[in-house]
């Protein structure tokens, strides 16, 4: 009895103790925020800085904006990470029949170049794309890779209980003291939803942020590489899954196939998919580290 009180009491005085040390910084193109609940905030603020130091080693491999790194290098040197991350990316090109596909950046640049002028290329521009020769992009799967490093560097540290998030790429360790989960909002397309997570990754994607307008139509930054256009039909995916790289990739795929409930089972995976006919939650009973807290209603 004695023994159940005082371990109570200690482990409220230690989550009273408890500080968040936060930092945000631009990382691969975006904002990454770091954060940790700690009661050592000096030996945290360290941590934090190497984990940083991390998101830039993993850009120096893995960009396809750097003209010198890894990637873009001939022949690149092939470090392990970069073998994973392609590891995992063929892997789900093969299973989407190439609605993902991380070799499709000729035409993923051919529509960043329209995104940025505001014109949409022609059919004859985006079929010499689609058959030019193959250029990696690994931004559809990148950040929740690195996500998941960071992370995994804080927990080395001893660090557990924090979160990475790169933009839409999240991923949190054990949950804040006294907490179920880390909670967090996400907004595939128009839904939202209030996730309350520990110990997982969530990422989303969709046309949210980056689509462009012309000629009335509205193009998404996602591409579906097997004809070359980008995607025209709204729609806005959020996944859950225990690794950053699983999250990731799989919400740019799913945006481009919809709603593949045999993809999400083979990765341990949850997903909110959203279109404008409906908002669909899949096998979140399945994933015991997350769980939708609120459902709120469309904005
Ligand atoms: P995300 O925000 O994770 O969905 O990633 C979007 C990025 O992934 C785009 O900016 C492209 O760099 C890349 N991408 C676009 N379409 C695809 C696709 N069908 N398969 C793989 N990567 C893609
Ligand atoms: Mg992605």
Not at 172 to 181: E, K, L, N, T
Request: include cysteine.
């Amino acid at each position: 009895m004695w023994k159940r009180i005082s371990s109570a009491l200690l482990f409220a005085t230690s989550a009273a103790l408890a500080e968040r040390v936060e930092l945000t910084r631009p990382v691969m193109g975006t904002l990454a925020r770091i954060t940790v609940e700690t009661n050592d905030p000096p030996r945290a603020g360290l941590a934090i800085e190497q984990a940083f130091a991390r998101l830039a080693d993993l850009n120096a491999k893995l960009s396809d904006y750097d003209p010198l790194s890894e990637l873009n290098r001939n022949p690149p040197r092939k470090s392990r990470d970069l073998q994973h991350v392609l590891h995992h990316a063929a892997e789900l090109r093969r299973l989407t029949g190439g609605a993902f596909n991380h070799e499709a950046g000729t035409v993923i640049r051919l529509w960043r170049d329209a995104r940025q002028r505001g014109v949409a290329p022609t059919p004859a521009q985006i079929e010499a794309a689609r058959t030019a020769e193959r250029k990696v992009d690994l931004g559809g799967i990148a950040k929740g890779y690195a996500a998941g490093e960071a992370l995994a560097l804080l927990r080395r540290h001893g660090f557990r209980r924090a979160m990475v998030a790169i933009a839409g790429d999240i991923c949190v360790g054990d949950p804040p003291a006294g907490r179920p989960g880390w909670r967090i909002e996400v907004a595939p397309g128009s839904a939202r939803r209030l996730l309350e997570l520990h110990q997982s990754c969530v990422s989303t994607s969709g046309d949210a942020e980056q689509a462009f307008e012309a000629n009335g139509r509205r193009y998404s930054h996602i591409i579906d590489p097997r004809t070359g256009h980008a995607l025209t039909h709204p729609i806005g995916v959020t996944v859950v899954a225990r690794q950053g790289i699983i999250a990731d990739a799989l919400a740019t795929a799913l945006s481009v196939t919809g709603l593949r409930e045999d993809l999400l089972r083979r990765y341990h995976a949850a997903a909110i998919v959203w279109t404008p006919e409906s908002t669909r939650e899949s096998l979140f009973e399945l994933f015991e580290r997350a769980r939708p807290i609120r459902a709120e209603q469309p904005r």
